[in-house]
C-alpha cells in the first residue's frame, strides 16, 4: 500500500519505534521559525482546519500497524504546527482506543494550548514536547517571525495551565540563535518560568544562522545559569 500520511519509523522525543504520521499540507504554521527545518511557511494560519478526514488518516495508521513490524509510538505532526488540525482530538482519540499499547506523542509551538478544546485533545498524548525559544516579545518575535495574532503571553499561559493537568510526559526546548533570542534576560526568564511549569526534561540547542554561532561567553552562562535546576536538562551548545 501507498501511503499519503504515514513517513516511516523514526526516533524523537527520547522515544524509539515512532511512527511518523504527517496530516497537514506543507507548510502550515502561525510562525516561520529561523531554522525551521520544513522550509518557509506558506500557509499561516491560526484557524484549525481539518485538512484530511480523520478517517483516511487513522486508517493509513491501522494498516501499517497491522502490517508492520513493531510500533511503539504514533507522532502526530504536520508540515507545520499539528494543533492546527482541528481532526487532532478525534485521531488521538481512535488511536488510544484502538491501539491502547502504543503511545501517542506530538510536539508543538504551544499556541494553540491556551485554548480549552485544544487542552483537551493533547491531553490524549502520552510525550509531548513544546517548544519555547522565549518568554520576552521582542526575543521571540526576532526568532519565531510568528503570525501577528500569536500573543506569546497567552502561550505561555496556556502552557503554564496546561502543565497542571498533563498526565504525560512533558519535554521543552528553546533553541538559541545568536542576536536573535540569545540575551541574559530571556535564559533568566526561560528559567522562572520553567521552574513553575516543572517540565520532565529541558533541552538547550545551539542553532547555526548565516554561519554565525553563539558566544563562548552566552554558551558559558547557560552552562553555569541552567547547572541546578530541579529538573532535568540536557545542552546542546
Ligand atoms: S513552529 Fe515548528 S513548524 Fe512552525 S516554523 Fe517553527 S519550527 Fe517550523
Redesign the pocket.
Same mark, same amino acid.
Given at each position: 500500500m501507498e501511503y499519503k500520511f504515514i513517513k516511516g519509523i523514526i526516533n524523537a522525543l527520547g522515544c524509539q519505534n515512532v511512527l511518523k504520521v504527517d496530516f497537514s499540507p506543507k507548510?502550515t @504554521? =502561525?510562525?516561520? @521559525?529561523i531554522? %525551521?527545518?520544513?522550509g518557509r511557511?506558506t500557509k499561516w494560519t491560526m484557524k484549525r482546519t481539518e485538512f484530511y478526514p480523520v478517517e483516511e488518516v487513522f486508517s493509513e495508521i491501522s494498516n501499517y500497524i497491522d502490517h508492520n513490524g513493531t510500533v511503539e509510538y504514533v507522532l502526530l505532526t504536520g508540515s507545520?504546527?499539528p494543533a492546527l488540525y482541528s481532526g487532532f482530538g478525534e485521531l488521538s482519540e481512535k488511536i488510544r482506543i484502538n491501539f491502547p499499547n502504543i503511545g501517542i506523542i506530538a510536539y508543538t =509551538?504551544g499556541t494553540l494550548l491556551n485554548r480549552k478544546d485544544v487542552q483537551k485533545e493533547f491531553a490524549n498524548c502520552n510525550v509531548l514536547g513544546c =517548544?519555547l525559544n522565549s518568554v520576552y516579545d521582542e526575543e521571540f518575535k526576532r526568532i %519565531?517571525r510568528p503570525l501577528k495574532d500569536v500573543r506569546l503571553q497567552d502561550t505561555l499561559n496556556g502552557l503554564k495551565e496546561f502543565s497542571k493537568h498533563f498526565k504525560g510526559i512533558l519535554k521543552f526546548d528553546t533553541k538559541f540563535v545568536k542576536d536573535l533570542n540569545d540575551t541574559e534576560r530571556n535564559v533568566l526568564g526561560l528559567i522562572d518560568y520553567l521552574k513553575e511549569v516543572q517540565p520532565n526534561n529541558y533541552t538547550v540547542i545551539s542553532k547555526k544562522y548565516k554561519g554565525q554561532e553563539l558566544t563562548e561567553e552566552f554558551t558559558s552562562f547557560i552552562t553555569e545559569t541552567m547547572k541546578d535546576l530541579p529538573f532535568p536538562v540536557e545542552l546542546y551548545l
Open positions: 507548510k @504554521c =502561525n510562525f516561520d @521559525c531554522y %525551521c527545518i520544513v511557511t507545520g504546527e =509551538n =517548544n %519565531c
